[in-house]
């Protein structure tokens, strides 16, 4: 039985889906287009995609959770989409996932991506020559909520001011979970100057790339402060890119 709490959370994706496309500047033709959603979650931009025209829509996640309400909600409400989407728990990096696609799509999945140039690899290989991989995420681990709540430190930025051995003493003593590093909490701790360089040191063209992305009113501030050099890190908050292959 699908739960309320889940269909809003599917329903709130729909929504920043055209966010999604308007951010990074425009939604490709799906027309005939076989694409690979990396960290599908609930399924919303699965969904988005079959009904903007592509063939095949395969979405992977790790979170079985999150796949059985996307397989469900499939069944149950999106039918004549079933022949199109694929939801399955696999790792992109199994030597045995090899698939073809002509686009890669993912959001707000790379901030927590612990082994990115491996993926970007691994994109490289699967992508059809000329493919591109249109990716947005946030928010970025210096930036503020930069731990998405994970660290459950209250105030903004104090993840970036404690050090990792206080925070994870703390984080331990409070929970029965226990953690060693501040990865284990699914966060990568990326630098916007880390994924800069990931994805220039990567096999792909940087077709687009831009940052800062949002409709709050308060992104204005954190833009103008994103702009003085020492304060850069720390007030850039996602990133919206487009990576071709060539």
Known sequence: MIEKKDFDYFNYGKIENEKFW???????????????????????????????????IKGIDLNEKLLKFAN??????????QSKVDFQKQDLLDENFNEKFDLIVTKDTFEHSLNLPEILNKFYKILAKGGKVY???????NSYNGDHGRTQLKLP???VV????????????????KINRIEDLGLSKYSLKDYK??????????????????????????????????????????????????
């Open 197 to 246: 360089r990931i994805f220039k040191n990567s096999q792909f063209e940087i077709e687009f790339f831009i940052t800062n992305q949002s409709d709050h009113p308060i992104s204005i501030i954190f833009d103008l402060f994103s702009k003085i050099g020492f304060l850069k890190e720390f007030f850039t908050y996602n990133i919206y890119c487009i990576l071709k292959k060539n």
């Open 162 to 177: 404690l050090s990792d051995k206080f925070i994870i003493k703390r984080y331990n003593s409070n929970n029965d979970i």
């Open 72 to 81: 469900e909600n499939l069944q149950q409400n999106y039918k004549e989409y």
């Open 135 to 141: 990716a947005g995420f946030g928010p970025l681990y």
């Open 22 to 56: 308007r951010r990074i500047g425009h939604k490709p033709d799906l027309q005939n287009k076989t694409v690979l959603d990396f960290g599908c979650g609930h399924g919303a931009l699965c969904i988005n995609l079959a009904e903007s025209g592509a063939t095949k």
């Open 157 to 159: 930025w104090l993840h």
